[in-house]
């Protein structure tokens, strides 16, 4: 079964900081992987994603992240934080075959910046 | 283009009451899910649909029933509601064969038990 770990609940970063949220999946061969943001009281909107080629994907609002099959990771990057982007991320992993290709998510990271 | 609407998006219920949940898309797309969202856990997949006519149970799926008789529509019915089941119920949506395009969530229904 595929499933997904986020190991920082919460992090606390400064406005300009760089910021780095880890992401570790399980699946039995490549999967997509995604990257969601939630503001509170929001839906998910998706930050980016990966489904093949080059192993570091960029995004929207200057976030990144790298898939790393050797470790089974897709950590999300940004150079400098703003304080905008404190808000709730999730990682999810789907499936690459089959008829519902489910997503299967983490249990999220919440990012505070502080000023 | 609306995407994925819900309605309502906060609704308290009372413990054994029953009420469905509406999700809708303009997208035509074919794949929707609905997930419920807890502190904690992450969004958790409840039900799912490939098609008009089509539906299979997810992670979670006790106490929620439901049914695709269009392409747009997706409801979830919650028959006797319980205060377990207080939470934020996410509808998503996507196309088939673009599993790399992720889904497209709606906004959430905030649904307190009492």
């Known amino acids: 079964a595929q499933s997904v770990t986020q190991p920082d609940i919460h992090i606390t970063v400064s406005e300009g900081a760089s910021l780095e949220l880890r992401c570790n999946y399980s699946?039995?061969?490549?999967?997509?992987l995604f990257w969601y943001v939630q503001s509170p009281g929001q839906g998910l909107q998706l930050l980016l994603k990966y489904f093949s080629g080059d192993t570091l994907v960029q995004g929207i609002k200057g976030f990144e992240a790298e898939f790393k099959r050797s470790q089974s990771s897709f950590n999300l990057r940004k150079p400098s934080v703003h304080w905008s982007d404190a808000a709730e991320y999730f990682c999810a992993v789907g499936g690459r075959t089959g008829t519902a290709s489910k997503l299967t998510f983490g249990t999220g990271t919440r990012l505070q910046v502080t000023l | 283009n609306a995407g994925v609407t819900q309605t309502p998006k906060f609704q308290v219920l009372k413990t054994g009451q029953s009420m469905t949940l509406q999700c809708a898309q303009d997208m035509n797309h074919e794949y929707m899910s609905w997930y419920r969202q807890d502190p904690g856990m992450g969004l958790r997949l409840i039900h799912y649909s490939v098609g008009a006519g089509i539906t299979d149970q997810g992670e979670v799926p006790n106490g929620y029933n439901v049914s695709r008789s269009t392409t747009e529509d997706f409801p979830l019915r919650l028959l006797s509601a319980a205060p377990s089941q207080t939470s934020v119920y996410f509808c998503a949506s996507r196309t088939p064969g673009q599993e790399n395009y992720g889904y497209t969530f709606g906004s959430g229904t905030r649904l307190t038990v009492v």
């Open positions: 699946y039995g061969a490549t999967p997509y």
